[in-house]
């Protein structure tokens, strides 16, 4: 699972399927798999149908400390100059 394309898909895979335990990110290294979750949830959830990122996360099981890790994950890819296609929704619930 070092690669990062691994990672990627394991993000995508995760927010497209049934919130598989096996597909989580670790606390240390979710980045990459932050981006595959938000370009999901960018392409499919059209409807927006959650109202931020953490909610989408919550709803599929994750939270506390790994929670926290993967908003921060989502906050370095939205401040990046990087092109990112993103959900059009907060991170956070204000």
Do not use: H
Request: aromatic share 12%; charged share 25%.
């Amino acid at each position: 699972m070092n690669d990062e394309f691994d990672l990627w898909a394991y993000g995508w895979a995760f927010y497209k399927g049934d919130g598989s335990k096996s597909l989580m990110p670790t606390v240390e290294n979710c980045t990459e798999w932050m981006q595959g979750f938000c370009i999901a949830m960018a392409d499919y959830d059209i409807e927006k149908e959650d109202a931020s990122i953490q909610e989408a996360l919550v709803n599929k099981g994750v939270e506390g400390e790994l929670l926290e890790s993967c908003l921060a994950s989502a906050e370095l890819i939205f401040q990046s100059e990087e092109w990112q296609r993103v959900p059009d929704v907060p991170i956070r619930v204000c």
